[in-house]
């Protein structure tokens, strides 16, 4: 069945650098959401991207999403103590449209 | 605006229980997701309803089933559990398709001792 992997498992970064973390799938992906999940809390979602090679922005998160639909990122410029969490993509089967398949997650921690 | 409520927040069962797990969805919304998320794993898709169907369902045994009502709210039955069932369980509404945003509730989270 259709399954998105995810790297890397975890990050530990200094405050002010760069985070990066990346979503792939073997088969083409009707949609990539990202969410962030907060230690101790639920996933909340940031964004959804639809097209092929479609870019968005919001404010220090830059996510894509690939030409050929099959990978995805997700990238944070000069990383703050508050973005710490765990950060999945998810996309609907394409089979189904009410199949979410998660991926793993990247945990993210940051050194102050 | 009220956003997904689930309950109870924690339960503690013991292995061959039946548990029932209730959740709200947010104002507006008509489509309830369960997943099951395990420590450290990412959440597991269980089923979705839409319309007070089983629309979808993951690779999940027939222990787990659901029911949602004419308000939208759903609740997820667990019966003979196992101690692999314990996990948090969320509860995720959307608009319409999966391929909308869902807005998760804060969980149950589940021992089975």
């Known amino acids: 069945g259709q399954q998105v992997m995810q790297i890397p498992q975890y990050q530990h970064v200094q405050e002010g650098e760069d985070f990066t973390t990346y979503c792939n799938s073997s088969?083409?992906?009707?949609?990539i959401q990202w969410y962030k999940q907060r230690p101790g809390g639920h996933p909340v979602f940031l964004i959804q991207?639809?097209?092929?090679?479609e870019v968005k922005k919001q404010k220090r998160l830059t996510f894509q999403f690939g030409e050929a639909k099959k990978n995805s990122s997700l990238h944070i410029t000069a990383t703050q103590t508050t973005d710490v969490g765990t950060y999945f993509c998810?996309?609907?089967?394409?089979?189904?449209?009410?199949?979410?398949?998660f991926g793993s997650g990247t945990r993210l921690s940051i050194r102050p | 605006d009220a956003g997904v409520t689930q309950s109870p927040t924690h339960l503690i069962k013991t292995r061959g229980q039946q548990v029932t797990l209730r959740c709200s969805p947010k104002?507006?919304?008509?489509?309830v997701s369960w997943y099951q998320q395990a420590l450290g794993q990412g959440p597991q898709f269980i089923f979705q309803?839409?319309?007070?169907?089983?629309?979808q369902r993951g690779n999940f045994p027939d222990r787990f089933s659901g029911h949602q009502f004419p308000n939208y709210s759903s609740e997820l039955n667990v019966n003979a559990l196992l101690l692999g069932d314990s996990a948090l369980y969320l509860c995720?509404?959307?608009?319409?398709?999966?391929?909308?945003?869902?807005?998760f509730g804060p969980g149950t989270r589940l021992t089975v001792t």
């Open positions: 309803y839409y319309e007070e169907e089983e629309r």
């Open positions: 995720a509404s959307s608009l319409g398709t999966g391929r909308n945003e869902q807005y």
């Open positions: 991207l639809v097209k092929s090679g």
């Open positions: 998810a996309s609907a089967v394409y089979s189904s449209a009410s199949k979410i398949i």
């Open positions: 088969t083409t992906l009707s949609n």
């Open positions: 104002s507006g919304h008509d489509t």
